[in-house]
């Protein structure tokens, strides 16, 4: 396994290429439904390769460890995050908060192509690491509103409360939780026989297909960065690429108590490394319309995703490959 | 003249505002009596400094959408005041025209 | 003031109604001589009781519209007469305006 | 040949997940957009490999007898549904007429879905059956549109004479029958051999696209059944629920009739037994804008296409097999 | 009455113009202080005899657009003198009615 | 190889199946974004294989002698065209400049079905045709400017001045551009054995991508056709029929004078013979906004792009076999 292999890797050679143009302010895009419906096929295919392995070995006691550090990675990053920003950064509380509650939770973007790194590496992984993934979306959130809402007005915890159905849907059931749960339950129901007719599908394509996505996440990536770049100061920039590595060690600590093997713990850094930029952004305008989506969504998407991908990822499997070695 | 009498006279309110907010705007409206109103997607804008564009966001959630509701002063006005509250801490731009309308049994 | 004069006064025609009946609603305001009119998607609405929104109805007919006419008095006014037939049947919204238009000698 | 196998093949699954997501008020959904090219792929790969067998077989009176026995289904059937409905609920006639017109014409998903059923059943059908779901989408509205017109007020006629060049090309040159019968033109005119460079796209993949497809059906028929399943009464609910039987055993009994062989069989009960929700109910909002949307939608989308895709297909399968062997 | 100050008397501004030439018309504004706008797209149009709509045109440059503005009238006016060079060569519909708004701070 | 063989080709089928439903009239229509995130696909596609040839042959001086001709081709394809248009029809000059902008440019779908034309002809072709077709597309907008300034009013001069920045991006950061160039490098560093991985998505489904395509393309040359063929008088639709044979033939020449192998010649007509209706149409509405872009569009989606897909490039490809047999 080698870092310059996957720094060259299709993969992250298209998203370079989608990040430049949209520095250099190419009008070109890949359009947004598209771009909507490949990602549902990525995590579609994810899941179901998930479910598949999951298929074949007994859940035992390791899982479970992994499910309750998951949620707890998730619960408690945002504190780290929100207390590394209060002391650095001059964000308003909200600011800060809703930015924590960002890194407590997941990128699913990074995950697939970390479980495509891990594939070329030929490192291999367990499949309820999918469900790993979907554990740790939500709670984060919960520790975002909390800090921010900590003496807040009445009116704004009255607002939260208004509208907590809404955005328990949003965060119960947005469009990675149903498509990664219901495709891990889907291909573990199938197995490996019903899944041959799928693999020309969601096998077979499966790099190509994200190449093209990781295009996109390219140009979007670049394009948060020129218009956001001028409002975030050094420390917020910072933080978007110390606090992965931060995630990074507690999960690979955490990892390593547990005894996961490399690719597991590989992919439980990654996950705790990355921050969401759909989920959380999306719960944060509904409860906390005050805080500045420019910031959150500038640092997650334009500095914290292209670190992951083209420094991070390498980084993470590396380190997971060392301790288990 | 379908249009020149009294009764065809009635508000026009346009409210622009970011998405997820919408369903609390439209609530107030139907809780203040709104017989309809009608919603259109922004593709772009620009506000306090920042320009914004559908399709840069990939949580949607910042994408702003404009609502039209034809309606009775009678109903707009109250609404009104209850909007402003909703609008208290978020993206809200908000006006009020005079308008004549066809068929006005239905506002 | 470039539009502060007579001339510049012309009506704003808003007409909300299904894609279906879009065609026929452009029909007969070219019947009637408007030089243009801009046509703008809607993504979702509610009147009569329920909900509506683009996306929900794989055959599109139930889409909403928006179409925005700006024209004449002499016009607009006897297209609405017709207008009123044509909505009989229908689902259609209309409301008219009074602006002021920059190059008046366009409508 | 297990019914069970057909609930829990991954197609069905993935409706199963889309329609639950929509009831439970998820956020989520599938571009439009995106779905629709879906929809044009699978309309290509069924015409182009219908048109293929069709090029290796000579048309013989059989297949003209079943072009007939669909005409007569399609003109006929919206006469049960129009009774069926008049005598049971409290539909208007308006109502009632645009409401059978749907049951008259087919759901091609539906069709597409019970083929893919088919070859995991290991049973042959014929390529013609393609032309076949083409034929039986228009006649049905000609029938809604008399029944709904019989001594209706002039200005209704009228209206419909002068949108008649529109209905016309909204009902004979919509998606699916140009789709249809051009692809199934152009496999026949491709061949076997032409068709091969093609296959790595028309047919290796199709499954998993078909899956994906159906999560978005899913989730329209849940959201569709959300919303309207308060403006409907139990009756035409119940009638969403047998009427495709009654379109079944017709359509059974036609088939036996003709000598049709059970993969045949199976099809032409499918598409007997299923309802349009694309092209009728687009010719209705033209013809006949005064009838209810909820109601006809609702219905065809909400209630009889999900039974047909869980239950429906694999009993007709089941019946045709048992009636032909 | 939340909106009948004089204060909450403002300008609407609305301009209907081919997509290429929205950049020019929003750095006018911008220079002109306008503190937003919106920008809607349009789906299909007519003008000069011919119809017009979204996807037939692969590139996208007739594209039309409309764009919302809100503002004070000593803004607006101005704007509208610069907009009329702007639009010498080019496509582009301006109306402006009189409207009232919630919170005319933010104009 | 033989021509009927092209015209009968599915691609060529499909394009005519949505040239002829969209005189028809028919309601069909291919969402606009999926199709755009197809073409996306094809040029990654062509991008990344011509990379991965290029990578296994080292660039001679033949290559830049093919760069440096295009160039020429692009900058002075324009002169002629627009001196044909101010004789032969009543266009107005800067209506003519713009037309003429739009032939010395190239039409990437059209190269597209000419590559795919080759490989089904099994003629070999290099990679690096894929970079002069990126080279192609600029230098004819730069001339047509100049042949419409020549002598215009001073605030025509003055507007293309302001808008130079957004113009250059237009036309040098546009998606093919960037897509082909970048796709080219990243297929080039990944070698033969990095782009395995991704042929089960770039190469296998390539040709049934390019006939969902294709029907886009019918579609939208028929209703370019339909609303604007009235506008145009006969000059200009001969112009669009001839004008693609004067780029062959001078291209012809320039390739045999080169050396070019048959297949690489045949490319270089084809991007000679092919007009934008992508970039340059775009760049016009900006730089030109006077001009009437129903003339230009129609003659080169609804005139000449079909007759090469049709008639020019089967004939490309047999004269450019015959000229190097
Ligand atoms: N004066 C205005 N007229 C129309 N739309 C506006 C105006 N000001 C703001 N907006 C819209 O509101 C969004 C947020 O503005 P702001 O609250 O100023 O950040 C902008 O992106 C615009 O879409
Ligand atoms: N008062 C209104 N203002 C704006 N749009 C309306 C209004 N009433 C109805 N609509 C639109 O018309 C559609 C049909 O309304 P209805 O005819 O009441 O069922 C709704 O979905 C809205 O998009
Ligand atoms: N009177 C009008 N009202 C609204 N939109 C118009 C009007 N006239 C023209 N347009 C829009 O401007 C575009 C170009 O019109 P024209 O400049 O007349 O070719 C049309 O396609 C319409 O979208
Ligand atoms: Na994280
Ligand atoms: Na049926
Ligand atoms: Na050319």
């Known amino acids: ?325 | 003249m379908p249009f020149s009498h009294d009764d065809n006279k009635k508000l026009r309110l346009e409210l622009i505002i970011e998405s997820p907010a919408l369903r609390r705007a439209e609530d107030l409206l139907r809780d203040a009596g709104a017989t309809g109103w009608t919603v259109v997607p922004a593709m772009s804008g620009f506000g306090g400094q920042t320009r914004w564009s559908r399709g840069t966001d990939l949580s949607e959630a910042t994408d702003m959408v404009v609502l039209i509701c034809i309606g009775d002063e009678d109903v707009l006005k109250p609404a009104l005041q209850t909007m402003l509250k909703l609008l208290d801490r978020r993206i809200g731009i908000v006006n009020i025209s005079d308008v004549r309308v066809l068929r006005p049994g239905l506002f």
Chains 1, 4, 6 share one sequence.
């Open chain 1, 1 to 325: 396994m080698n870092a310059l292999d996957t720094l060259f890797s299709p993969v992250v050679m298209f998203f370079a290429l989608g990040l430049f143009a949209a520095l250099l302010r190419s009008p070109m895009s890949v359009p947004q439904s598209f771009a909507k419906g490949l990602a549902i096929y990525l995590m579609m295919a994810i899941g179901l390769k998930g479910g598949v392995e999951m298929s074949k070995t007994a859940l035992d006691g390791q899982v479970f460890a992994v499910f309750g550090a998951a949620t707890v990675l998730s619960f408690g990053l945002p504190f780290i995050a929100y207390a590394a920003l209060r002391v650095t950064s001059g964000l308003s509380k909200t600011d800060a908060a809703a930015t924590a509650g960002h890194y407590g939770s997941i990128s699913i973007v990074t995950f697939v192509a970390a479980i495509d790194a891990l594939r070329i590496a030929g490192i291999p992984s367990s499949g309820y690491l999918v469900a790993v993934a979907a554990i740790m979306e939500t709670p984060a959130i919960i520790t975002a509103l909390w800090l921010a809402m900590r003496g807040a007005r009445n009116d704004a915890a009255d607002d939260v409360a208004r509208d907590k159905g809404e955005l328990a849907r949003e965060v119960l059931l947005n469009a990675s939780i149903v498509v990664l749960i219901g495709a891990l339950i889907i291909g573990a129901v199938a197995g490996e026989e019903g899944y041959e007719r799928l693999s020309a599908f969601f096998t077979a394509p499966f790099q190509g297909i994200l190449c093209l996505f990781m295009l996109d996440m390219g140009l979007n990536a670049g394009r948060g960065l020129r218009r956001g770049w001028r409002k975030l100061g050094l420390a917020p920039i910072a933080f978007g690429l110390y606090m992965p590595l931060i995630g990074a060690v507690i999960a690979a600590l955490i990892g390593t108590l547990i005894g996961l093997p490399p690719g597991d713990k590989a992919l439980l850094m990654v996950l705790s490394a990355s921050a969401s930029y759909i989920a959380v952004p999306a719960a944060m305008r509904l409860a906390l319309p005050e805080s500045d989506p420019s910031v959150y969504l500038t640092l997650s998407l334009g500095v914290t995703f292209p670190f992951n991908i083209a420094i991070g990822i390498p980084l993470y499997i590396a380190v997971a490959s060392m301790l288990s070695g």
